[in-house]
Every structure is written in C-alpha cells, then in structure tokens.
C-alpha cells in the first residue's frame, strides 16, 4: 500500500489505486444521491442550479458527470468548458471521451494487443518422433 493525498480533501491516506479517500468517496455517494434526486425532480437543471439547490460542489458534479454517473441533458448544457472530450475538446455529456475517441483509444489498443500475442505453438506431425526424453530426478546425495 502506498500512502498518497486524497484528491479532494488533501489528506494523506492508505491507497491501493483511488486518488480519493474512502471518506470523500463516502460523501461523493451521499451527494450523488442528492444530485440524482434533484435531478429527476428537475429536469433540465445546470449545473450552477444543481449545486446550488443541493449544497453539492459542482467539482463533486463534474467528478460525478466524469465518472459517468450523471449526465447532461444536452451538449449545450456544457458551453463555457464544463465538460470537455480530454482527446480533441469536444463538448460531451458524460464521461471523460467523446465516442470517435473511445473509438480510437478502442481501436489502438486492440491493435497493440494483437501485437503483442506470442506466436501460435509450431504444429506437431503426427510421424514424427518426439525430441523430448523422460527421467527420473533422483533425490539421493
């Protein structure tokens, strides 16, 4: 386990992968509840709405649209920068990648797989004699 600081809060905690303190990720919980609640009730709400309605950070909104947890209603809903494509900038509704991004990432890394597969064993002839020999490992000093 390595010890890291927790990406909301700043505390140093025990991680074994999350940038997030299992306390903020208990809280995140609890306001994604709020959100969601809010957010049936109201649809159509921003982001500047929600946060304010709920008493939720809108960073916690964005982690949750991120995450893909939450999401926008539409993509005008993400003008001034809200939520962007990380590849190419294009406004999304959810997630961190637009669909022709994850697309490619998709693409690239199933390329590298197939790269990376070790060649198929040689095919045996049936007529041929076996190179390998049995023995027998003695025990004996």
Do not use: W
């Not at 991680?15 to 159509?44: A, H």
């Not at 949750?64 to 993509?75: H, M």
């Not at 993400?78 to 669909?99: A, D, F, N, Q, Y």
């Amino acid at each position: 386990m390595n010890i890291t600081q927790c990406k909301m809060c700043k505390k140093p905690f025990h991680t074994i992968g999350s940038r997030i303190c299992p306390e903020c990720l208990n809280q995140i919980d609890m306001d994604y509840l709020k959100v969601r609640d809010f957010v049936y009730d109201n649809p159509g709400a921003d982001i500047d709405t929600t946060a304010a309605e709920t008493k939720v950070d809108k960073a916690v909104i964005l982690h949750l649209l991120k995450e893909g947890r939450l999401t926008l209603s539409n993509v005008g809903d993400v003008s001034g920068s809200m939520l962007m494509c990380e590849v190419c900038r294009k406004p999304i509704v959810s997630g961190r990648m637009c669909e022709m991004c994850k697309s490619k990432v998709a693409a690239t890394m199933n390329k590298s797989v197939e790269s990376h597969k070790p060649p198929p064993p040689p095919k045996k002839d049936a007529n041929a004699k076996s190179t390998m020999t049995m023995h027998t490992r003695s025990d004996k000093t």
